[in-house]
């Protein structure tokens, strides 16, 4: 029995671990007014106890405790990991590193003993191989005329095969969210992810600003549900409005952000230095930035940090790029 089942059991009624109840005798189950189906009878919901919200945010916290790791040691201690049930927005600037991120997140969990990721590949369909590629051989990614400033070692054709236990892609196959939700599920059955990246959430959301918001939201209200419904985290990349063009990045600079506030339980701002020039006088991509926690459901789990950019795509705070210099990658 969990703690949320006993609580309502002391108190004379009967719940589950979703928040839902009855009181004894009722037969229909009150959902959650956030969630409710437009077409469901309201029933006027009895409050929480401190009792009862105690013994839900109890389970809140086992599922903290085992969420699988981030792979960033600064990160984990502000938001305790990729906790299930969780919907994670991450944003930032055009060319600031969010797809390099979000695959060294997936690379980091499936390295867990145990652990699965689905990837949604949906903007930089097979092209993701190329980072994945780069992380796992710790060589430069793939250019085909680099020319002889690239003199590291790049990544061969050879190397673009290979098996990656646990870590799954989908890429140009799903086209709306009902196909999401629905390939998702039957994959589920047979595989309990924890962390699902949908890369990015604009694919499935079209045509003018209003109905372009209206969508996006209804989106995030079935990405949420999705959550709780298969006890998963998610983490949908999402675009910058087009007036985001200072350095400094809000919540309130996401495309549609009122629906991103209401309903991501987390929300994490990349941003990437200024450009730089190299002795030849070429602008380059800084290789340094910081990693924004804009929000986050876990308690005291806001706040930023450092963040290096590797040649090889893999991203480190200052802590991973210490032990990176040491010992390099296991």
């Not at 990991?81 to 969990?109: D, E, M, R």
């Amino acid at each position: 029995m969990s703690y949320i089942e006993d609580a309502y059991k002391t108190l004379g009624t009967r719940g589950d671990s979703k928040g839902n109840y009855f009181n004894e005798g009722e037969i229909e189950k009150t959902g959650s007014p956030k969630y409710r189906k437009k077409d469901s009878v309201f029933k006027v919901p009895l409050p929480k106890t401190a009792r009862e919200l105690g013994a839900i945010r109890r389970e809140e916290r086992l599922l903290e405790e085992t969420a699988p790791s981030t792979g960033f040691e600064e990160l984990d201690r502000l938001v305790s990991g990729f906790v299930p049930k969780h919907l994670i927005t991450l944003t930032g600037q055009t060319n600031s590193g969010k797809t390099t991120l979000a695959i060294n997140f997936a690379y980091s969990v499936v390295r867990q003993p145990g652990c699965k990721v689905l990837y949604l590949a949906l903007e930089p369909d097979t092209a993701i191989i190329e980072l994945l590629t780069a992380l796992r051989t710790q060589k430069k990614i793939y250019r085909p005329k680099a020319g002889k400033d690239y003199n590291q070692e790049m990544t061969t054709e050879k190397d673009l095969v290979a098996d990656i236990p646990n870590l799954d892609f989908y890429t140009d196959e799903i086209m709306t969210i009902e196909e999401l939700v629905k390939i998702t599920e039957e994959r589920l059955k047979d595989k309990k992810y924890d962390l699902i990246i949908v890369d990015h959430i604009g694919y499935f959301v079209q045509g003018s600003k209003e109905s372009y918001l209206q969508a996006q939201a209804d989106l995030l209200k079935k990405l949420a549900r999705f959550t709780k419904d298969h006890s998963t985290c998610v983490m949908a990349i999402a675009h910058l409005n087009k007036q985001a063009k200072t350095q400094k990045i809000t919540m309130d600079n996401i495309s549609g952000s009122a629906a991103f506030k209401q309903d991501s339980t987390d929300v994490y701002i990349i941003t990437k230095d200024e450009p730089v020039r190299n002795k030849q006088g070429r602008l380059m991509q800084s290789n340094t930035g910081k990693f924004y926690v804009a929000k986050s459901k876990t308690a005291g789990g806001w706040g930023d940090f450092n963040i290096n950019f590797l040649n090889n795509g893999l991203i480190l705070d200052d802590y991973g790029l210490a032990k990176y210099s040491r010992e390099g990658v296991n």
